[in-house]
């Protein structure tokens, strides 16, 4: 009996050989992505959640603008003099013309201010000032939309206008709350003579800002 050729089996057997070697390499070259995928994602993971830098602080800005001008006369009780004494306020104003520069108030278009409260005044300035004040706002038709409640709030105003007291103060409650008014007005009453005579009320117009910071 012969032997057979060990040629062709040697042939065989060698292409078994490297088709089973180029299998397990191609495993090892597929495997390798994810394995890679993997310790990137254990990296994520360990390296915790993304942060983003922190946004600025925003400006104040208006929200809204409106003119202001007395509805009736601050009047002061005693009259003002030339020395500063404690006095009570009360007056109103109307708000006309308002509008929104961020358009984030649009509606608000009117209002009117009535406060009453209690100050340090004299011709000359004001300070000091305590109460609470109530405006009622409008839209275009005049409906009513809300009201705000307003403190007076002089801190860092050198003024020289005891009308200012309507003008500067902080929102507390209802309508744009936590916003702050400031605003400008030039005196419509003869106040020259305030010194010499007293003065138990003023008028005036000007303008008024509601500032916010958020």
Not at 164 to 171: P, R, T
């Amino acid at each position: 009996m012969g032997i057979p050729p060990v040629g062709p089996r040697l042939t065989v057997l060698t292409r078994a050989l490297g088709l089973g070697a180029a299998a397990v390499l191609s495993l090892a070259v597929a495997a390798a992505p994810s394995a890679a995928q993997g310790a990137s994602a254990d990296a994520v993971r360990a390296a915790g959640p993304a942060t983003h830098p922190a946004q600025p602080a925003r400006a104040p800005h208006p929200v809204l603008t409106c003119k202001a001008g007395t509805a009736a006369p601050i009047t002061f009780t005693p009259q003002l003099g030339q020395q500063a004494a404690s006095v009570t306020v009360s007056g109103a104003l109307s708000l006309t013309g308002c509008t929104s520069p961020d358009n984030s108030r649009p509606r608000l278009r009117s209002g009117k201010l009535t406060f009453t409260g209690s100050a340090l005044a004299s011709c000359t300035g004001i300070k000091s000032a305590t109460g609470s004040g109530k405006i009622v706002w409008k839209d275009a038709q005049g409906v009513v939309l809300g009201t705000s409640t307003v403190v007076p709030n002089l801190a860092g105003i050198d003024s020289y206008n005891p009308g200012d007291v309507l003008l500067f103060g902080e929102i507390t409650d209802g309508v744009m709350k936590g916003v702050r008014t400031a605003g400008n007005a030039t005196p419509t009453t003869d106040i020259s003579q305030c010194s010499a005579k007293g003065l138990s009320g003023i008028e005036g117009s000007g303008t008024v800002s509601f500032i916010t910071t958020s």
